[in-house]
């Protein structure tokens, strides 16, 4: 079914863009804060596009084969927020009054799960176009996994506004070559090229040919839109829908804060209030004598698609009616995969696998033990989507059912290149569209440079595995560029964000289970390259794995110290306990493969793990300043503050003191500490 059926007539058309640039100049105005330029410029941009291509159900913003619609320049928010409220979506006006306040649903930059039709949340610029690539990626992989001839239920399109500020971030690069690399032919992106950004006219520091620059990408591009021609822009989109093969690349020349008399074209628009005077001068030049916003009933009716958009939605609920009927099961797994539940036997099937490593009493480096799990679990989960950049025989991603997109449609793995940044924005964007459980490679170290789009993905909650090897300088002679030692103290700070550091195939075992089971955000897996030694325990304290931190090892006589490691340091601080124990002095070993989940349990469990009254030292190869919360003044931390050298990793291990000797030596000086005072 073809969407909107108006016609594009001056007389209907110029007063419903007013309506935009007026309830994004006064919100803006009201709010005393925000950026008026950017959604005037976009006026007759964005209702070409939402009233007669874009393919949404304002009742139902959540309509799995709706149209997405990412804006990437998020600080042009108040431009969706007036579209949102004009087509119908439960964004009352009185939401559009409190632009900017706290509590609103209408924040100064879109957000994730605050605003529904909301995609995503935009604002760090180029993320949201990498997002939409994710999007678009995860359309045509879905589309492929389920459509069957004659029976098409994936089938929407992913249409993105960038502005200079996005396509002068290197991300745009990367998303876009992969982009035209994969042929996203349902991808459109409309470019606002007004040629200003903050500090002024973008010809001094931004001159490239951009369209030859998507040219060579291997993207449609069309150049020189006058993007405020309703004509031309309306004619511009239904090429870019009707080419298929490749993402389209719409260059709208516009006038940022176009409709303010005095201000147009400067960068003045670009972020703050018009101003009274110029607000009401607007007014007159636009015709539009009407109340901040009061948009008249006429216009209102114009706007609206709910109907429009629930016979839309009807039309795809009677597909997938007749889909359910031809293939019930491909219909119920569709369904379980947009709803994120996961198989029903996962759980048993996890706990089998669990039991299984811990009775192989293997030693293995930890990328290997999660190599194993994620061969296990991507039989039972096909939603398991993912790949690494440029790493995966390092990253150990590749597993026997991997199958790149490149070469069978319906396959679950993309190969990123050497694009950290974009892979992980672009993995957002799987997430957020729905169907999939992304997961994202590379080395730890090389988290930095991705560092932004996981923060994304932990404020949006997005379900993802991010698994990051040569988690130490026991990755050995790449030397220091290559050796992380602030990357995972760094990934803890950022809130919502599991960090687990397995020290065994069993503990790796758990850190994927637990990744995949959490529905409410990301998790990072720092993982050695080197081989660690396997830990016996009992079947309690496998269970305690969950929980973050537990005791691994106690002490036949009471404790008189706690070593707690993480990682490739639970082996150490197991040996040192051991010297310790032989010299009659009882150490306990606390394993601490994730402290984000540690924290999160009770204060009994934490304290019986942790006594307050016990001397501590801590152990990890990295960055020691976050141990020192549990050890106290008086407690040690046996890690590294300054960069590593090249060198084979045991040479390196003696180098910094990462020894049972120095590790013992730190537990009786505690010890002694904790005696004198
Ligand atoms: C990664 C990132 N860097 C910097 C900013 C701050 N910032 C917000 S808008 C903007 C300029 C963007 O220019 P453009 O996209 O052309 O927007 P316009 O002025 O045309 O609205 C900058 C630097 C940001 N939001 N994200
Ligand atoms: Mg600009």
Not at 306 to 313: F, K, L, N, P, T
Not at 435 to 443: K, L, R
């Amino acid at each position: 079914m073809n969407v909107i059926p108006h016609q594009i007539s001056q007389r209907l058309d110029q007063p419903l863009t007013t309506a935009l640039r007026a309830l994004a100049m006064d919100a803006v105005e009201n709010a005393k804060s925000g950026h008026p330029g950017a959604p005037m410029g976009l006026a007759e941009v964005a209702a070409v596009l939402w009233r007669r291509h874009l393919r949404h159900n304002p009742a139902n913003p959540m309509w799995p084969d709706r149209d997405r619609f990412v804006l990437s320049n998020g600080h042009a928010s108040m431009l969706l927020y007036a579209l949102l409220h004009l087509t119908g979506y439960d964004l009352p006006i009185s939401e559009l009054k409190s632009f900017r306040q706290l509590h609103s649903r209408t924040p100064g930059h879109p957000e994730f799960g605050v605003t529904p039709g909301v995609e995503t949340t935009t604002g760090p610029l180029g993320q949201g176009f990498a997002n939409a690539v994710g999007m678009a990626i995860a359309e045509k992989t879905l589309a492929a996994q389920f459509n069957r001839e004659g029976h098409t239920i994936v089938d929407h399109r992913t249409f993105v506004i960038v502005g200079d500020g996005c396509l002068m971030e290197g991300i745009s690069h990367e998303a876009a070559s992969l982009a035209g690399r994969l042929g996203l032919g349902k991808l459109i992106v409309i470019y606002d090229d007004n040629g200003i950004s903050i500090d002024g006219k973008v010809s001094e520091w931004f001159a490239d040919d951009t369209p030859k620059r998507f040219e060579a990408y291997g993207w449609h591009v069309m150049r020189e839109i006058d993007g405020h021609d309703p004509i031309a822009i309306d004619a511009a989109l239904t090429k870019a829908i009707a080419e298929s093969a490749r993402p389209s690349l719409l260059c709208c020349k516009t006038v940022i804060g176009r409709g303010a008399p005095t201000k147009q074209g400067h960068h003045d628009t670009h972020g703050a209030p018009l101003g009274a005077e110029e607000v009401a001068r607007v007014r007159v030049e636009l015709n539009w004598p009407y109340a901040p916003f009061e948009v008249p009933a006429a216009v209102a009716a114009a706007w609206d698609a709910r109907r429009q958009g629930a016979a839309i939605e009807a039309d795809w609920k009677r597909r997938f009616e007749r889909y359910q009927n031809a293939y019930p099961d491909r219909a119920t797994e569709f369904t379980r995969r947009l709803h994120g539940e996961l198989a029903a036997d996962f759980a048993t099937t996890a706990d089998t696998f669990i039991s299984a490593c811990a009775a192989k009493n293997e030693a293995l480096a930890t990328r290997k033990a999660s190599q194993n799990a994620l061969t296990l679990f991507a039989k039972l989960l096909p939603e398991l989507f993912g790949g690494s950049a440029d790493l995966a025989h390092s990253n150990l991603t590749i597993h026997p059912l991997t199958r790149a997109v490149t070469r069978d449609p319906a396959g679950n793995a993309l190969f990123y290149g050497v694009r950290e940044f974009g892979m992980s924005a672009i993995t957002n964007g799987i997430a957020l569209h729905g169907g999939f459980i992304p997961y994202a490679a590379t080395f730890l170290i090389f988290s930095d440079y991705a560092r932004n789009a996981v923060r994304m993905s932990a404020l949006m909650h997005q379900r993802i595995v991010y698994i990051f090897t040569h988690d130490s300088i026991g990755l050995g002679e790449d030397g220091p560029t290559h050796q992380p030692i602030e990357q995972l103290e760094s990934l803890r700070l950022i809130p919502n964000l599991h960090v687990w550091r397995p020290c065994d195939a069993v503990e790796t075992a758990v850190a994927w289970r637990s990744a995949l089971e959490r529905t409410n955000g990301p998790t990072a897996l720092a993982l050695s390259r080197q081989t660690l030694a396997h830990q016996p325990r009992t079947p309690a304290q496998i269970d305690a794995i969950r929980r973050g931190g537990y005791v691994l090892i106690e002490p036949q006589s009471p404790p008189e110290a706690v070593i707690i490691a993480t990682g490739s340091e639970v082996q150490l601080a197991c040996a040192a306990a051991s010297e310790l124990s032989s010299n009659g002095l009882p150490v306990r070993v606390v394993s601490m493969p994730c402290v984000e989940l540690f924290e999160k349990q009770d204060a009994a469990w934490r304290s019986a793990v942790l006594p307050l009254n016990l001397p501590m030292v801590a152990i990890e190869a990295g960055a020691t300043r976050g141990w020192w919360r549990y050890v106290g003044r008086s407690g040690a931390v046996v890690g590294m503050d300054r960069f590593g050298e090249s060198a084979p990793a045991p040479n390196l291990f003696a180098h910094f003191g990462f020894t049972p000797q120095r590790v013992a030596e730190a537990v009786r000086s505690v010890i002694a500490a904790a005696t004198v005072s």
